[in-house]
């Protein structure tokens, strides 16, 4: 990173005064977090699936700020507005809400972030992004080894932008380069940074367990507000992560998309979430893959059984056709309920100590051979399990 006489970086044209005078109305860290309510309850950004329908259901059950899905930077900003027009809805009762970018160009970066406006509270810089279309695009995560390019990013939104710039990250594998990443984000003009505790190549069956460990010496280390994303299973969790780390607010992506009453610590059953989304939907135009995903996840543990309406959904492409799925799934699994009583206040766990709903209910995705044998964080979901093994060696 090239740096001045002073040990400022050559891209940083304007000091912080003069940034503070260019935008005296713009929000600055924590008086940002408190405008925004002070979110502890938060929707991650997820391609195709944090869209406005979806937010809209989360906020119905306590999210107190929504991600909008990662845009690129340079498809957004296209002369032909068809991707921004398909990606980026919003309305009056959006809000709090945080536009995310990818980008690797920080002229492209700023023209996509400016054609947002006032219509969010902030625009953040995904720097998460660990799948393989953004190691090809060099975007996401696949940025971390290009600090200059990382600052120049945030720079130019923070001394160019009308609205306030953030970003989420994901960890290193020493805690001491970790701090070190985050503060050069903070310095660059981030106003909030959302740690995901995971390192890059933790994904898909490889995810394992957030290091919250990494997440806390982070929250220690700025001074701008921190969100945590990472091993949010149960509500409990949210928490139990604010307690471990100190963080301001606690985000979920996966555990939000299989149970979007996450935050409010309901169980309740699959077809009432599919159902209260689709009657959203009616009111709020949703591209139908996105609807299907949505489907496919609420429904994860029963489809499986009832295999000829998954194949319904399959083929459905108007919201009618997913409402009369819906509809079907939703009469086989009240004649199960019916039959075998669920308790929600009394819930057994497995030998691991991962909670036994039935099929019906809203559950979290468990990936169980990677979480319950490969995992050497400190704090562990599989308590139950490390105890067991404990006591074998003993």
């Not at 980026?88 to 990818?102: A, K, L």
């Not at 953030?166 to 981030?190: D, F, L, N, S, W």
Request: charged letters at 25%; proline letters at 6%; one cysteine or more.
């Amino acid at each position: 990173m090239t740096v001045s006489d002073n040990n400022t970086p050559g891209h940083f044209t304007m000091t912080e005064d003069e940034i503070i005078a260019k935008f005296p109305n713009r929000l600055r860290g924590y008086e940002l977090f408190r405008k925004m309510g002070s979110p502890r309850h938060i929707v991650a950004p997820m391609v195709d699936q944090s869209e406005l329908a979806w937010r809209i259901l989360s906020r119905r059950y306590n999210a107190t700020l929504c991600y909008t899905p990662m845009f690129h930077a340079k498809s957004f900003c296209d002369p032909k507005p068809r991707y921004r027009n398909e990606q980026w809805q919003t309305n009056q009762e959006d809000r709090p809400v945080i536009v995310q970018f990818c980008a690797n160009d920080p002229d492209i970066l700023l023209k996509a972030a400016s054609l947002v406006g006032t219509d969010a509270d902030a625009v953040d810089l995904n720097l998460g992004c660990p799948q393989h279309i953004a190691k090809r695009g060099h975007y996401g995560s696949f940025l971390m080894e290009d600090w200059d390019l990382i600052s120049r990013l945030i720079r130019k939104l923070h001394e160019n932008l009308e609205i306030p710039v953030t970003a989420k990250i994901r960890v290193y594998p020493e805690v001491e380069k970790t701090v070190e990443y985050a503060k050069m984000v903070e310095a660059a003009g981030a106003q909030i940074i959302t740690v995901h505790g995971r390192l890059r190549e933790q994904k898909g069956h490889k995810t394992g367990l957030a290091d919250w460990n990494k997440i806390k010496a982070v929250k220690e280390a700025v001074k701008v507000p921190v969100f945590a994303n990472g091993n949010i299973l149960y509500y409990e969790d949210i928490q139990r992560c604010i307690d471990a780390t100190g963080v301001d607010g606690v985000m979920s992506a996966e555990t939000n998309l299989y149970n979007p009453a996450i935050f409010s610590g309901k169980v309740l059953p699959s077809w009432q979430m599919a159902e209260e989304y689709l009657g959203i939907c009616k009111q709020v135009p949703t591209n139908p893959s996105y609807i299907r995903a949505h489907m496919f996840k609420l429904f994860r543990y029963s489809l499986p059984i009832h295999t000829d309406l998954r194949e319904q959904l399959v083929t459905a492409r108007e919201l009618s056709e997913f409402c009369d799925v819906v509809a079907l799934l939703k009469e086989r699994l009240m004649e199960e309920a019916a039959a075998n009583p669920f308790d929600p206040d009394n819930v057994q766990t497995d030998e691991f100590g991962y909670r036994k709903y039935p099929h019906w209910i809203c559950q979290p995705a468990l990936r169980f051979e990677h979480d319950k044998l490969h995992s050497s964080s400190n704090r562990l979901l599989n308590e139950a399990y490390m105890d067991k093994a404990k006591q074998e060696k003993t």
